[in-house]
Every structure is written in C-alpha cells, then in structure tokens.
C-alpha cells in the first residue's frame, strides 16, 4: 500500500498570513502518462470533505484562487496565499495511482 | 446540483448486519463511478470500495473484503453498502461520494461527497 505522511500534524495560522502543507507518499504518483494522480481535500468542522485541488495542481470549481497545489513524484504541497477564518479544518491529501486509495493523517488548521 | 444522501447507519452488534443506502440527484448517476469511504471517531479517512458505472466491477479495501458488498441500481440513482460480520472497528462515519477523472485517464477521485450515516457497533 502506499502511505500518506502529512506533516505539520496541526498548524495555528493568523488570518491573512500564509500556510503551507506537506503531503509525502511512500512511491511515486508519477503515471507513464505523464500524470500526477495526488488530490487535496479539506474537512471543515462538522462537514464532510470537499475537493480542493486534483493532479496536484488543479483547483477544483468554486474553489478560490488563493489555495495552490504544487509537487512531483512523492513530494507535495499545499498553500494557502493568506488565511481566512472559513479555511479551518483538516486538510488531507489522497493517492489514486494505486489501489487501495489512500489518504493522508491530515493537517488540522486553526486561526490563532 | 449534485447531492448524495446516506442512510440506513446505526447501532449494531458485532457479527450483525447493516445496509447503507446513498441517494444521488443532480447528475446522471450511470455515467459515474461511486464509492464509500469511512471515517473512525476522531480519526482520518479510511477508502472502504468503489463501483464501476454498470456495477461490472468493484473495489474493496483488504480491512472489508469477504465482509462488505458494494452495489448500484442505476434505475434508482441509489448506491448501497451491505455490511456482514461487523466488528467493533468498523465504527465510523461512513460516506458516500461520486468518482471522476480527469481528461479520461482511467484514474478516479472523489469529487462529492454526502454528509454520511454513523455505524456503530457496539455490544
């Protein structure tokens, strides 16, 4: 199976300042095709998870530009240009390359 | 807009039985893949199994296999989740959510998610 770390394990964040995420997987998800299969999700309080970012670095619709997916290989990162309130929760991070699918411990976000 | 609505979650003893049910609308539910995903108390995200459009073929995670059975009837618009042999560590939230991929490359991620039904088992 391939494994998941995320790191920081939690992060307090002042709104209007910038996090960043990191997300490793213990092979590559790197296709033959060229494609990355790595997607980030978020879990707000009480909510289930919601799409932000698949293959890396596409955000998904409705999703606002100051959240930006980048990495390769087994090395990837989550940023967020500055933090609003709306944006706590657990950030996860998820592999498809290979089954089964497997998610990341997560990264939980507080607003000091 | 897209909406998947779980039911069918509750109490249960080990070694009982449960059925969840995911309700779709808002989309053509033939054309999508669909899968379960479950959520410990307190805990991270665990894949439980995923379906092909026509229910051809299906996934299982090692921890529910031999155990779960996953099924469609695309005439419903309805997703299921039998659940056989249940143990104490399959106390979660369970959610239903649709699969997509992107410019056709045959690999598939969740892009909606329902609210989920908690199973609990517990003597």
């Known amino acids: 199976d391939i494994v998941m770390t995320q790191s920081p394990l939690s992060l307090s964040v002042t709104p209007g300042q910038p996090a960043s995420f990191s997300c490793k997987s213990s092979q590559s998800l790197l296709h033959s095709s060229g494609k990355t299969f790595l997607y980030w999700y978020l879990q707000k309080p009480g909510q289930p998870p919601q799409l932000l970012i698949y293959?890396?670095?596409n955000r998904f619709s409705g999703v606002p530009d100051r959240f930006s997916g980048s990495g390769s290989g087994t090395d990837f990162t989550l940023k967020i240009s500055r933090v609003e309130a709306e944006d706590v929760g657990v950030y996860y991070c998820?592999?498809?390359?290979?089954?089964?699918?497997?998610f990341g411990g997560g990264t939980k976000v507080e607003i000091k | 807009q897209v909406q998947l609505v779980e039911s069918g979650g509750g109490l249960v003893k080990p070694g009982g039985s449960l059925r969840l049910s995911c309700a779709a609308s808002g989309f053509t539910f033939s054309d999508y893949y669909m899968g379960w995903i479950r959520q410990a108390p307190g805990k991270g995200l665990e894949w439980v199994s995923y379906?092909?459009?026509?229910?051809?073929?299906?996934y299982y995670s090692d921890s529910v296999k031999g155990r779960f059975t996953i099924s469609r009837d695309n005439a419903k618009n309805s997703l299921y989740l039998q659940m056989d042999s249940l143990r104490v560590e399959d106390t979660a939230v369970y959610y239903c959510?649709?699969?997509?991929?992107?410019?056709?490359?045959?690999?598939?991620?969740?892009?909606?998610w329902g609210q989920g039904t908690l199973v609990t088992v517990s003597s």
């Open positions: 959510a649709r699969m997509t991929t992107y410019e056709s490359s045959n690999y598939y991620y969740f892009d909606y």
């Open positions: 379906t092909i459009t026509s229910g051809s073929a299906i």
């Open positions: 293959e890396v670095s």
């Open positions: 998820m592999q498809s390359i290979q089954l089964p699918l497997t």
